[in-house]
């Protein structure tokens, strides 16, 4: 291959799939967020008032 | 207000849905044949450039036009737009929505059903005995539908049946039983395949099964840059029109599909995952494997008159099955089911994203049940179908890829743009793309939205007068008028639906926003 050929692909290539890989595992890695009245609610403890 | 239960399951289910929504036959046949007609390596640089300025800010704002008009129970175009103006017109306009996927849906799943009638003659060994002109006729035999090519009589007509009834069955599951399932099988599947389709294209060897030329002869050709296309306006019209097919912009699915999030959920981040996702297909696995393995046994000269006789389809369903032959009988029905199945499954994807717009309407705004909806959507599309395939010949197929899935795409994303950044407003549509935003958008954007992406597809559209012209100027059949004066008459049929729905909403006291 031509030189100008092979950076042009190469250079392509590499960023398309790079920028790829990188969205995807943000999509993958992100918590997911609850929605209103999905909050978690931290269990209270109870106490023995007996 | 009708509501229903329809979300999706997951967020990597989302994202695949909407990556396969975007990924369509023409990532593989149209992409690599549009930059060799454009200058070659040059090509991919306007391209990338459009896909930043246009393609980006209009996934940005189909993504948060969904999401906004899912708020108010919308799952169609009509009222999404509806719900973002006081200006009452905006529905009718929302009818290419609807429009544009009930009428490529209706050719689109003729072309799927090839996919499948020719991985069942890859694996029984159809094309083994077959000449390079045998292989190219056989086509010409298969669309001929009164022609059998296994016996079967009307075999076209039953592949076409089989495939109407897979994706009304799966958009019949629903969103997260139907339409997710397949995503999460058919992405990885066609990206798999995909890979080792391009592995041994790529790695093909001058001298060996038949190749005159290595595979990366192709690939030379590919993306040898011609710095002189460069500044070709003409070339510039390409890459925005090729940005613009493959993403699906402009076709109302997005915005369905999009319309099934929930409020708080991200747009900004699935839409760069999934529009990122589409460019990688297309430009890594598309520009890999039709002209690698072309070139490989044609060389460079036979590979482009084949492509100026043919075009991308030809090479596809014309070529390749004759290709594979040369590298042995098992690896001939492997590569036949790698490279038809990827196709199947680009296809599949898409097209069920066609049937969601429409099912979406009809439940929202005739109370359907889902499954009702879906099949409604199927005999719709055998309707409409119909035509198309049995007046293959005469050039119908033709003519509702012209009118659908290329002008009235052009035509609605326009309009939309104009209602999202200047009648909505820039500044409510901003604070909707970036309103539970997992990545921080550019604010760049903000201004590309506003002025660039609609100079762009203004651009694209005036380029396209003169298409549009010559259309309707030039002669043609019977067939293809019917066809035409057929889309008339269903764009006609879902703005009047539209009407009603409006009405029976004044009625009963429901408001669109």
């Known amino acids: 291959m031509k030189t100008s050929a092979l950076i042009l692909m190469l250079a392509s290539y590499i960023t398309v799939t790079a920028v790829t890989i990188y969205f995807f595992i943000m999509v993958l890695k992100t918590p997911h967020k609850p929605e209103e009245g999905e909050e978690h609610i931290p269990e209270v403890k109870s106490f023995d008032v007996t | 207000?009708?509501?229903?239960?329809?979300?999706?399951?997951?967020?990597?289910?989302?994202?695949?849905?909407?990556?396969?929504?975007?990924?369509?036959?023409?990532?593989?046949?149209?992409?690599?044949?549009?930059?060799?007609?454009?200058?070659?390596?040059?090509?991919?640089?306007?391209?990338?450039?459009?896909?930043?300025?246009?393609?980006?800010?209009?996934?940005?704002?189909?993504?948060?036009?969904?999401?906004?008009?899912?708020?108010?129970?919308?799952?169609?175009?009509?009222?999404?737009?509806?719900?973002?103006?006081?200006?009452?017109?905006?529905?009718?306009?929302?009818?290419?929505?609807?429009?544009?996927?009930?009428?490529?849906?209706?050719?689109?799943?003729?072309?799927?059903?090839?996919?499948?009638?020719?991985?069942?003659?890859?694996?029984?060994?159809?094309?083994?005995?077959?000449?390079?002109?045998?292989?190219?006729?056989?086509?010409?035999?298969?669309?001929?539908?009164?022609?059998?090519?296994?016996?079967?009589?009307?075999?076209?007509?039953?592949?076409?049946?089989?495939?109407?009834?897979?994706?009304?069955?799966?958009?019949?599951?629903?969103?997260?039983?139907?339409?997710?399932?397949?995503?999460?099988?058919?992405?990885?599947?066609l990206i798999l395949f995909g890979i080792i389709l391009a592995i041994k294209a790529v790695t093909l060897k001058a001298g060996s099964e038949g190749a005159i030329n290595d595979g990366t002869v192709g690939l030379d050709y590919l993306w040898t840059p011609d710095l002189k296309s460069i500044w070709n306006p003409t070339v510039w019209l390409a890459a925005a029109g090729q940005i613009f097919f493959t993403l699906s912009v402009g076709m109302g699915s997005i915005q369905c599909y999009a319309s099934y999030l929930r409020s708080r959920d991200d747009i900004a981040l699935n839409a760069m995952s999934a529009g990122w996702m589409n460019e990688f297909v297309e430009v890594v696995l598309g520009g890999s494997i039709v002209i690698s393995i072309t070139v490989g046994y044609f060389g460079i000269e036979g590979m482009t008159n084949l492509v100026s006789q043919v075009g991308g389809l030809g090479l596809g369903f014309r070529t390749l099955p004759y290709l594979f032959q040369q590298w042995g009988p098992i690896l001939a029905v492997v590569a036949g089911i790698f490279w038809f199945g990827l196709l199947f499954f680009a296809g599949i994807t898409s097209s069920l994203a066609m049937g969601t717009p429409f099912m979406g309407f009809l439940r929202d705004e005739f109370g359907m049940s889902r499954e009702k909806a879906a099949w409604s959507f199927g005999l719709f599309i055998l309707i409409l179908g119909a035509p198309a395939v049995f007046f293959f010949k005469q050039g119908v197929f033709d003519e509702f890829d012209y009118w659908a899935g290329t002008v009235s795409l052009v035509v609605f994303a326009l309009f939309e743009i104009i209602l999202f950044a200047w009648v909505f407003g820039m500044e409510k549509g901003w604070a909707e793309i970036t309103s539970g935003a997992d990545i921080k958008v550019p604010r760049i954007f903000k201004f590309i939205i506003k002025f660039i992406t609609p100079l762009l597809l203004g651009a694209v559209f005036i380029g396209s007068l003169p298409g549009i012209w010559d259309k309707l100027t030039a002669d043609t059949n019977g067939a293809v008028i019917f066809g035409r004066f057929l889309l008339l008459g269903v764009w006609t049929g879902i703005a009047v639906m539209v009407y009603i729905a409006y009405r029976k909403r004044v009625k009963e006291g429901r408001f669109t926003s």
């Not at chain 2, 990532?27 to 991919?44: D, K, T």
């Not at chain 2, 996934?59 to 006081?86: A, C, N, Q, Y």
């Not at chain 2, 045998?134 to 009164?146: K, R």
């Open chain 2, 1 to 189: 207000m009708t509501k229903h239960n329809e979300s999706w399951g997951s967020r990597v289910g989302l994202v695949l849905a909407m990556a396969g929504n975007a990924v369509g036959l023409g990532n593989f046949l149209r992409f690599p044949v549009q930059a060799i007609q454009n200058g070659g390596g040059s090509f991919i640089i306007p391209y990338l450039v459009c896909f930043l300025l246009m393609g980006l800010p209009l996934l940005f704002v189909e993504w948060s036009m969904g999401r906004f008009g899912g708020r108010f129970g919308h799952h169609s175009t009509p009222f999404i737009l509806d719900s973002m103006s006081k200006q009452r017109f905006w529905k009718y306009i929302g009818v290419f929505g609807i429009f544009t996927n009930l009428a490529v849906a209706a050719y689109y799943c003729y072309l799927e059903s090839w996919t499948l009638a020719y991985i069942y003659h890859s694996v029984v060994g159809t094309f083994s005995p077959m000449d390079q002109t045998q292989v190219s006729s056989f086509f010409d035999n298969y669309t001929d539908i009164t022609t059998s090519t296994t016996g079967i009589p009307y075999e076209a007509v039953i592949f076409w049946l089989l495939c109407l009834f897979l994706n009304t069955y799966i958009l019949s599951r629903g969103l997260s039983g139907g339409v997710e399932k397949v995503a999460k099988i058919g992405m990885p599947l």
